[in-house]
């Protein structure tokens, strides 16, 4: 079963909704989780905000944040999915932000760093990805998306009820 199957399934049982933000992935999270047929039933809104500006005015991530942290980094990612629950109301919020390459990565900030976030029941949780630096860009959003479904998928099946 695909991530984003097995995803919907959950979030179907629970009657739960989602929403996502996604920067590097460009709507791939989206894409991939209204690809399943009955996804009308939990996904609830989804935005791309590739800008600073639109992670700002859209999700209400600090230009304190995006100047001092940048746009790819943890503080950046929780105010996302902090501020995507607020801005929909969903059950799980679903976020990413990284740098997809094959340009624009520095020292500290590689292509292939990618912070996804989930915030759900009250909490939202924040990984750091690390990817090689050399795949392709089209495959590094796709394991970048794969990356964040399968945060989503294991907070949820932490939080399952047997």
Known sequence: MKLEEELGQILKE???T???AESCTGGLVSSRLTDVSG???YVML?????????????LGVSWDILNNYGAVSEQCAQEMANGLNRVTNCDVALCTTGIAGPTGGTADKPV???FTSVRYNGVTTVKEIHLPPDLPRIEMKQKFADE?????LSILKDNRIA
Do not use: H
């Open 14 to 16: 629970k009657k739960l």
């Open 39 to 41: 996804s009308s039933d």
């Open 46 to 58: 989804n935005f791309v905000t590739y800008a600073n500006e639109a992670k700002n005015k859209v």
């Open 112 to 114: 292939g760093l990618m």
């Open 148 to 152: 964040a479904l399968k945060l989503a």
């Open 18 to 20: 989602i929403a996502t």
